[in-house]
């Protein structure tokens, strides 16, 4: 079915719905076509009837209709392209040729602009308040799955995240779904058992790719935090700087230190543990190191 535009003009607005919001329709083809509203110059226009309803700007040369005909864009079109209704077009000239005397021209293209506020108004509103109806399922949803997962044990990984959609960067978040963007999850309809039962094994799997995510990133802060604890024992007792020795990269390298370093993350590395160690064994380790370095030196020379 493809309407045609036929709006009344509401002088009651005490309705809900008023009545410039109603339409006819009139069968074109039989095939359904989109509509767009323009509530300017008052038509509800699939594209296809556009060509043959609509009154190219370009095309006129009535000064009368360039200065008080309202022509307005169209989806799909280029915009400078302009476009009114031929039947709103005639019917606004006739009217506006109608008025007698420069003032109750003024008046009557107030009271046009006045109905085309209003409509546009309503529009808006009821475009708004549907959205925050949609934004509310969806976050009643959101709820709901979270709830549903966290008693499945992955509270963990919900809280990850929050956390993660809060403060999270563009490389932290690399490689993961926000719990927002899932699609189970953003989706503007209720959640039911029958709804949670078609989604459960999906939200699962995503719930280990997170697990396995979270898992990934606390294990590489501890990694770095462990490498920065021995780089500051390295610095307070290492040799002066014009000496030969190790560098920093040798140092998380020696074995002494990759043992802290690859502890498992139950095991809490301490400064006491690494200044102990560097204590007894880096003068044994940096002769070693330099020995080895002056041999490689050596044959490299030939």
């Not at 109905?115 to 934004?135: F, H, I, T, Y």
Request: hydrophobic share 35%.
């Amino acid at each position: 079915m493809v309407f045609r535009h036929q709006i009344f003009w509401a002088k009651d607005t005490s309705k809900t719905v008023p009545v410039f919001a109603c339409w006819f329709s009139g069968q074109k083809t039989g095939t359904p076509q989109q509509c767009n509203i323009d509530w300017c110059i008052r038509v509800r226009l699939c594209s296809n009837l556009l060509s043959e309803s609509g009154f190219d700007e370009s095309n006129k040369s009535d000064k009368i209709i360039l200065r008080s005909v309202p022509f307005h864009s169209w989806p799909g079109r280029r915009p400078k392209e302009k476009f009114c209704f031929v039947k709103e077009k005639d019917g606004f000239v006739q009217a506006f040729n109608a008025c007698q005397g420069k003032d109750t021209r003024k008046e009557f293209l107030a009271k046009r602009k006045a109905g085309v506020k209003a409509r546009k108004d309503w529009a808006d509103s009821v475009s708004e308040n549907r959205s925050k109806e949609l934004e509310d399922i969806r976050k009643q949803r959101s709820k709901a799955i979270e709830s549903r997962l966290t008693s499945l044990g992955h509270g963990k990984e919900i809280e990850y995240l929050k956390d993660l959609e809060k403060t999270g960067s563009l490389s932290e978040r690399r490689g993961l779904i926000l719990f927002s963007d899932q699609w189970e999850v953003k989706q503007s309809k209720p959640l039911t058992d029958k709804n949670w039962n078609s989604i459960e094994g999906t939200m699962l799997e995503y719930m280990q790719d997170v697990k396995t995510h979270r898992l990934k990133k606390e294990r590489n802060e501890l990694l770095s935090a462990r490498r920065s604890l021995i780089a500051d024992e390295w610095r307070s007792c290492r040799s002066p700087s014009n000496e030969f020795q190790p560098s920093l990269l040798d140092i998380w390298l020696w074995k002494e230190m990759k043992y802290f370093i690859d502890l498992p993350p139950s095991i809490t590395v301490t400064t006491e543990m690494v200044r102990d160690a560097m204590t007894l064994r880096l003068p044994a380790f940096i002769t070693s190191w330099r020995d080895e370095r002056l041999l490689e030196m050596s044959c490299t020379m030939g």
